[in-house]
C-alpha cells in the first residue's frame, strides 16, 4: 500500500483517537449546531430519540428533524471519510488532503 498524505499517528487528537478508536466532531461544528437547534426550537426535539427508518426529506419538517437527528451523523461521515483512520479509503482521504491544499473548496452533503 502507498503512504498516505497524512497518517493515522498524524491526525489531531480532537478529531481521532487512535488508542481508544474514537472520532469526535470539532468543537466549533458542534457549538455552531447546537446555536441552530436553539435558534429553530429543535433543541428538545434533538434529545429525542428519531423516528425508525427516518432519513430526511424536502419538506420544512422533515430538513428540521433532519438537522435534529441525523447532521451530526452526516458530519461523522463526511469527516471519517476525510480522517480514514482505518484506510479504507486512502484514495479519497488523499485526495481531500490534496484538494484542500488547494486553498479553495466547497463541500456538499447532498443525498
Known sequence: MAKR???TRDLPKTLWRNDSKVM???AMLVEQWKKLLEVNNL???ALTEAEKGFVGGITK???DKHLAWRYNGSCSRII???LDPHHD???VADTYASIFSGNEVFLADLP
Open 43 to 45: 433543541d428538545d426535539m
Open 61 to 63: 419538517e422533515d430538513t
Open 89 to 91: 479509503l486512502s484514495e
Open 24 to 26: 469526535f466532531l470539532p
Open 80 to 82: 471519517l471519510s476525510l
Open 5 to 7: 498524505f497524512i497518517q
